[in-house]
């Protein structure tokens, strides 16, 4: 670690490394800064900022201002050098409540003085290149149904740290895809599929509408395609060269097979992306998996997290790209549904479950993701909506795109889940995955 600035004391870096979020990194830099009210805890590593408003109380002990309503009123309300808020009108926080906490965010349910159910993210990262407040804000003001309604949001130093929306009640849709998986039933999933799938292609139709810089639709160049397909030979060097290395000896011979795998895929992968040119890339949603979505207790379909995908090197999360990935992307996370199902029903190790999957969970998966994608589709053809088709003959290369990305983040991140993609990986090279096929042979015909 390199040496600590004085202003931060000895009790706020003990608070501060004991926290979930703290960053994972062998030399940080931490500083601390005067705000209303307390101080800016801001730690540099690793290519990141971590950040967190906090107080010190009389014990000595560290409060985190985002978890006090007054605070939050007092910044909601009105900038100030460091905070600048869009929200205004006299609504005030009465109550918070944590309802998820993670290495990036944090999100409380949130009660006003009218009664009204909000949803306050929190991040816990500083990043100039997150937009979901713009993202949210536009789907907001065109009216687009299945997000939460964006209400206000506010910036620390420009960059994005707090974005309020009403409050969805309701489960992802992972929890209803890991119980059919664990069952071996599509019951649950053939329900709530094809409304995901509607939902998607609703989205994708309204965010070709966009005509702002950061959304607005182009043409995709060779540069682009040259530049997605050198994506995935970075992410193999990287598991070859840096990523085995982060992770137990054992694990290592995976890592080295996957890469290799990778690499393999790359010279089919190139017919694929060469058809892309000319197509069209936009702002999607960029990391679209199964705990983004929200079922409602009325059985509405909600997608939310538009912040895009942590960890992306070495691609850019303001990178526009097409509609295919989006779908590539829920095509990759039935498959950890997969695995996590076939955990609560066998009680083996995700490494067991995930290097020897059975034929009938490969089955499931091709099922679970045919109904949403179908359903996709259907919506398009219905609505004459050619633009959105012929982006989905790339999917295939984005199926292969996405679980090269996991691979990546699950191993910075530390998650434990590394042994998922880097297994499908395999699965795929080696043409024996059930999902995989699908999607092959659906691009093909696109």
């Known amino acids: 670690?390199?040496?600590?600035?004085?202003?931060?004391?000895?009790?706020?870096?003990?608070?501060?490394?004991?926290?979930?979020?703290?960053?994972?990194?062998?030399?940080?830099?931490?500083?601390?800064?005067?705000?209303?009210?307390?101080?800016?805890?801001?730690?540099?590593?690793?290519?990141?900022?971590?950040?967190?408003?906090?107080?010190?109380?009389?014990?000595?002990?560290?409060?985190?201002?985002?978890?006090?309503?007054?605070?939050?009123n007092s910044i909601l309300s009105s900038s100030t050098a460091a905070f600048q808020s869009s929200c205004s009108g006299p609504r005030k926080i009465r109550e918070l409540k944590i309802v998820s906490s993670g290495l990036r965010s944090i999100s409380y349910e949130a009660v006003d003085e009218g009664g009204e159910r909000l949803l306050i993210k929190a991040l816990r990262r500083l990043e100039n290149d997150n937009i979901e407040h713009l993202v949210l804000r536009y789907l907001t003001f065109v009216n687009y149904k299945r997000v939460p309604k964006f209400i206000c949001n506010l910036t620390y130093k420009s960059s994005p740290y707090i974005i309020i929306t009403n409050f969805v009640d309701g489960f992802p849709a992972a929890t209803a895809y890991v119980n059919d998986a664990s069952n071996r039933s599509t019951a649950n999933v053939n329900s709530i599929g094809p409304k995901i799938g509607l939902a998607i292609s609703e989205l994708h139709n309204v965010m070709m509408t966009c005509s702002e810089s950061w959304c607005r639709p182009e043409p995709i160049t060779d540069a682009d395609i040259k530049r997605w397909l050198e994506r995935i030979s970075w992410r193999s060097s990287w598991l070859r060269d840096k990523?085995?290395?982060?992770?137990?000896?054992?694990?290592?011979?995976?890592?080295?097979?996957?890469?290799?795998?990778?690499?393999?895929?790359?010279?089919?992968?190139?017919?694929?992306?060469?058809?892309?040119?000319?197509?069209?890339?936009?702002r999607i949603h960029g990391d679209l998996h199964l705990y983004q979505i929200v079922e409602s207790q009325k059985g509405d379909i909600y997608i939310t997290d538009f912040e895009g995908e942590p960890y992306k090197m070495p691609a850019s999360k303001l990178e526009k790209e097409p509609i295919a990935r989006d779908l590539a992307a829920l095509a990759r996370s039935i498959d950890y549904?997969?695995?996590?199902?076939?955990?609560?029903?066998?009680?083996?190790?995700?490494?067991?479950?995930?290097?020897?999957?059975?034929?009938?969970?490969?089955?499931?998966?091709?099922?679970?993701f045919k109904s949403l994608l179908e359903s996709y589709v259907r919506?398009?053809?219905?609505?004459?909506?050619?633009?959105?088709?012929?982006?989905?003959?790339?999917?295939?290369?984005?199926?292969?795109?996405?679980?090269s990305y996991e691979s990546v983040y699950e191993i910075v991140a530390r998650t434990g889940?590394?042994?998922?993609?880097?297994?499908?990986?395999?699965?795929?090279?080696?043409?024996f995955d059930e999902l995989a096929k699908y999607v092959k042979e659906f691009s093909s015909q696109q």
């Not at 995930?354 to 091709?366: A, D, G, Q, V």
Request: include cysteine; aromatic fraction near 10%.
């Open 1 to 72: 670690m390199s040496n600590l600035a004085t202003e931060c004391s000895s009790s706020i870096l003990k608070w501060y490394t004991s926290r979930p979020w703290a960053l994972s990194c062998d030399s940080v830099a931490y500083y601390c800064e005067p705000i209303d009210g307390g101080l800016t805890l801001i730690v540099e590593g690793c290519g990141e900022k971590a950040f967190a408003p906090i107080s010190i109380l009389p014990d000595g002990s560290v409060l985190e201002l985002d978890s006090s309503a007054t605070w939050l």
């Open 243 to 282: 990523g085995s290395h982060m992770l137990p000896y054992s694990d290592r011979p995976l890592v080295y097979e996957a890469a290799d795998s990778l690499e393999e895929l790359v010279s089919f992968l190139e017919p694929l992306a060469e058809k892309l040119l000319g197509r069209t890339k936009l």
């Open 337 to 368: 549904a997969a695995m996590m199902g076939e955990q609560l029903r066998t009680g083996a190790s995700l490494l067991q479950v995930s290097s020897w999957p059975p034929e009938e969970l490969l089955r499931w998966e091709k099922e679970a």
């Open 379 to 403: 919506n398009a053809e219905s609505k004459g909506l050619s633009n959105l088709l012929d982006g989905l003959s790339s999917l295939f290369f984005w199926l292969i795109e996405r679980a």
């Open 417 to 431: 889940y590394h042994y998922v993609p880097l297994n499908a990986i395999i699965r795929y090279k080696e043409d």
